[in-house]
């Protein structure tokens, strides 16, 4: 078979729709809301973010009446079709960390590992089944220059005393019978997890505290009232002492923020899973995680029952901050990621190969948030009564719950380790209105390309953006 029918019959029967939310053990929808209701603390948003800080504020004050409101359902979105990464780094990786924030990277470190730590207990605690597995990610480098950034990264993490190990390329493979990898080095700040699963297990985690969670309720509006906070749905106004804001992607409330963040598409393919000899041909037992140093980069992770979650490379914003359901799905998104995937792994490609060669079950895409430096930032609005948090860029997984803390902390007035950090304290740069917008990212994801093709050498645009701490990542 030629390669682009090796990628067209490892396609064909791939069903579109997000693997980890094709699951019998995925819960019926809650009730919306039925009328007129209060609560302390309200919600709006049933992701990560909303569901950690709703179970975040019945743990640390169990008298507070909490009430979650979701558009769709819990977790539908990214918090259920994402890689499943949930790593420690609260700055979208150590490199962006310490370049936005020496001075306090030592810090942001240790509440990043703490996060992770909270996390497992979490987990523990509630009975969470979602393969949580703390087997740390390898960062593979596949051309030389990425291999000089890679020990450059891995000196500087051991130099601020994190447990790194460099992997050459005998002990790559070693690992994971990669047919590129030059090089990597493992990092064991990070598990993986089933993202759907987490979603649905901090739901029951909330419902079991007493919070109250009402799905398929859309907000439609907010205002100050009195010393509190109306929220308009189409059930009635409810009124709150306090909100959270946790949309992400989706447009804000708060008309301030709408240039704060842009969403991007993301797309994903998930294996069936593989045979004992197609696993023993590519070897990747530990079932670390697994990046490469592209700025087009492509994360994978193997799952519980043997598949390999296969995705990344385009990051892909429409004119306007579209979001739309035609824009999860992109034909050829996913033949670049097939292709990518036999490039690495040749043994499994077509029908002549091991077994049979490797198919793909599943495709799927979904929209995250983006800002221009990355790491997601926090404030409060309407005289410090609404909360909000957003601009992950595809890191939410972990940082979630410390976002949670964060805003609680922020509506509480309160002085802590984290309300005092800079990275807290500050924002991004807006993206500029369209057509400025969209004319910007365009030129960030073509000249991004090029590096990638021209041994990693940027351009004048490039330069000058990062110059100015500006970027566009997923």
């Known amino acids: 078979m030629t390669h682009h029918a090796v990628i067209t019959d490892a396609l064909r029967d791939a069903r579109p729709g997000a693997y980890w939310l094709d699951d019998p053990a995925r819960p019926e929808q809650l009730p919306g809301l039925d009328g007129p209701a209060a609560a302390d603390l309200v919600v709006v948003g049933g992701g990560y973010l909303g569901l950690w800080t709703a179970l975040r504020a019945v743990e640390r004050d169990p008298g507070r009446s909490v009430l979650v409101l979701e558009a769709e359902t819990c977790g539908h979105a990214a918090s259920g079709r994402n890689g499943g990464f949930c790593e420690a780094s609260l700055t979208h990786g150590f490199g962006n960390g310490t370049s936005r924030w020496p001075g306090e990277m030592s810090e942001l470190l240790e509440l990043g590992h703490e996060n992770l730590d909270g996390i497992e207990r979490t987990v523990a605690a509630y009975g969470i089944d979602c393969d949580f597995v703390r087997t740390g ?70 419902l079991a505290r007493g919070v109250r969670i009402c799905e398929g309720t859309r907000v439609d509006g907010i205002a100050s009232a009195g010393s509190g906070v109306t929220l308009t749905t189409a059930a009635g106004p409810v009124a709150a002492r306090h909100v959270v804001l946790a949309t992400n992607a989706y447009p804000s409330l708060l008309r301030r923020l709408r240039l704060m963040t842009v969403p991007v598409y993301d797309y994903v393919l998930m294996t069936e899973p593989l045979t004992t000899a197609q696993r023993d041909a590519i070897g990747w037992h530990g079932r670390e995680g697994y990046s490469d140093a592209g700025n087009q980069f492509i994360y994978a992770r193997t799952t519980r029952d043997g598949r390999i979650l296969w995705g990344g490379y385009d990051a892909v914003y429409h004119y306007g901050s579209g979001i739309r359901p035609a824009y999860e799905h992109r ?6 990621l097939a292709e990518r995937f036999f ?20 495709r799927w895409g979904g929209v995250i948030d983006t800002c221009t430096r990355f790491a997601a930032f926090y404030g409060t609005a309407m005289k ?12 939410g997984v972990g940082a979630t719950r410390f ?36 004319a ?3 030129a960030t994801r073509r000249s991004l390309a090029a590096a990638d093709a021209n041994g990693g050498r940027e351009n004048l645009w490039l330069r000058a953006t990062g110059a100015l701490g500006l970027g566009f990542d997923s």
């Not at 309300?419 to 993206?431: A, D, I, Y």
């Open 440 to 442: 910007g990212i365009e």
């Open 343 to 362: 490039t690495v792994f040749p043994q499994l490609a077509g029908r002549d190969a091991v077994d049979g060669g490797v198919r793909f079950s599943h």
């Open 331 to 336: 034909a050829a998104t996913y033949e670049t």
């Open 137 to 206: 990610s390898l960062a593979i480098a596949n051309e030389p220059h990425q291999v000089e950034w890679a020990q450059g990264e891995h000196a500087a993490m051991q130099s601020m005393g994190l447990d790194v190990a460099w992997l050459d390329q005998d002990a790559l493979r070693a690992r994971v019978a990669t047919a590129t990898g030059l090089a990597a080095f493992h990092d064991p700040g990070s598990a993986m997890l089933e993202p759907a699963r987490l979603a649905w297990g901090l739901r029951a985690a909330c």
């Open 384 to 395: 410090g009564r609404v909360a909000y948090a957003a601009g992950f860029t595809g890191l």
């Open 403 to 438: 976002a949670g803390d964060v805003v609680l902390d922020l509506l509480g007035d309160l002085d802590t380790p984290r309300t005092r950090l800079e990275m807290v304290r500050t924002k991004p740069v807006p993206f500029p209105p369209e057509p400025i917008r969209w």
